[in-house]
């Protein structure tokens, strides 16, 4: 089906619905596309006889995955709209479809306007799943303007080369050496900050929804972030106790991780404390007010985008490596989930 602006193959989830017979349907939906939520749940309905659901919590990516209470409430499909498979997840509690959110943008207009600013001649094509399928149309302008054009392997946490997520940047890693920019194709500050920090390479962005091109914007908030984490480094030199946050979300868990990092604090004759929540928020961890300094092994956005709201310091494994003098801050790594 068409919504403005994108194209979602609900028809793939239709069929799905009606062979397996499915009878209680839960939609997870991003949220930049909860504004077309009556559209979805009028096809499915009109196209099957299931009860839609939706999912009223927040759904940031395709790590979060629906909880056990749902099975007990017999759900017996989820579709996720908006974001591609982690593949190297298979083991769904309750059978999940996940439906990228194809953008029917033209990126070609602000890809020329590129070409004009870009420095160097290899250039990194990254972008998000939206945009997945327009980066042929994005190789063929730089080809054509004498450029070299190179799609960096992604991890198997990601569906696509060339692909990026706010905590996967090995698409963008797996080439660094070899290009001399990025070009990432797509709108907001999230993924090219990322793309920023986990990388040295000059970053170029091309928003496709503006046709702006942003050729040094990133620098001064990349600037401004590694000076927050400085700061937050420093801030918990002091801390006495640690709290140690585990995610539960699927795509997002990393108890070895925090098992591990607590076992460190402890040969640092330092205390800590094991923290295991679905959704972490600065107001609920504001109640442990014992803790100095929280941990993230959860998603590695939270320490980075949501530092501003924590009142005490909230740092990243890496981060940690540093504060306990195992790492030095010449050494800082942008935290990702690798496996
Ligand atoms: S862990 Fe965070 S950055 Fe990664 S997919 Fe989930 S919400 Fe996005």
């Known amino acids: 089906m068409k919504i403005p602006g994108y194209e979602i193959d609900l028809e793939k989830a239709v069929k799905i619905?009606?062979?397996?017979?499915?009878?209680?349907?839960?939609?997870?939906?991003?949220?930049?596309?909860?504004?077309?939520?009556?559209?979805?749940?009028e096809f499915l309905e009109e196209e099957t006889s299931a009860s839609v659901i939706i999912s009223a919590d927040q759904c940031f990516g395709a790590c979060d995955v629906v909880s056990s209470e749902l099975k007990d409430m017999?759900?017996?499909?989820?579709?996720?709209?908006?974001?591609?498979?982690?593949p190297n997840i298979e083991d769904y509690l309750i059978p999940t479809l996940f439906i990228n959110a194809k953008s029917d943008i033209d990126i070609s207009i602000v890809i020329k306007k590129a070409v004009h600013v870009i420095k160097g001649k290899k250039i990194g094509l990254i972008t998000?799943?939206?945009?997945?399928?327009?980066?042929?149309?994005?190789?063929?302008?730089?080809?054509d303007n004498n450029f070299e054009p190179i799609i960096g392997k992604s991890s198997s946490r990601?569906?696509?080369?060339g692909q990026i997520l706010g905590c996967d940047f090995s698409a963008a890693r797996s080439i660094s050496k070899q290009v001399d920019t990025f070009l990432y194709i797509g709108s907001g500050n999230f993924h090219p900050l990322g793309l920023a920090l986990s990388t040295n390479n000059p970053v170029i962005v091309c928003d496709p929804y503006t046709n702006q091109v942003k050729v040094d914007e990133l620098i001064d908030i990349k600037d401004m972030i590694l000076r927050q984490r400085y700061g937050a480094i420093a801030r918990s030199k002091?801390?006495?106790?640690?709290?140690i946050l585990i995610g539960t979300k699927k795509g997002q868990q990393r108890i070895e991780l925090a098992l591990k990092i607590k076992d460190k604090l402890n040969s640092k004759k330092k205390k800590s404390i094991l923290l295991i929540q679905n959704h972490f928020t600065a107001s609920i961890l504001e109640s442990f007010r014992d803790i100095d300094c929280f941990v993230s092994t959860a998603c590695p956005r939270i320490a980075?985008?949501?530092?501003?709201?924590?009142?005490?310091p909230i740092i990243t494994p890496i981060e940690l490596d540093i504060l306990l003098g195992i790492k030095k801050w010449e050494d800082y790594q942008f935290d990702e989930i690798l496996i």
């Open 238 to 243: 002091d801390a006495k106790i640690f709290g």
């Open 74 to 86: 017999k759900i017996d499909f989820v579709i996720q709209i908006g974001h591609t498979q982690l």
């Open 17 to 41: 619905i009606k062979n397996k017979k499915y009878e209680r349907v839960l939609l997870q939906i991003t949220e930049g596309l909860k504004i077309h939520i009556s559209k979805f749940i």
């Open 128 to 143: 998000t799943s939206q945009h997945i399928d327009s980066l042929k149309h994005a190789i063929k302008i730089l080809k």
């Open 158 to 161: 990601v569906e696509s080369d």
């Open 304 to 312: 980075i985008d949501d530092y501003m709201q924590y009142k005490v």
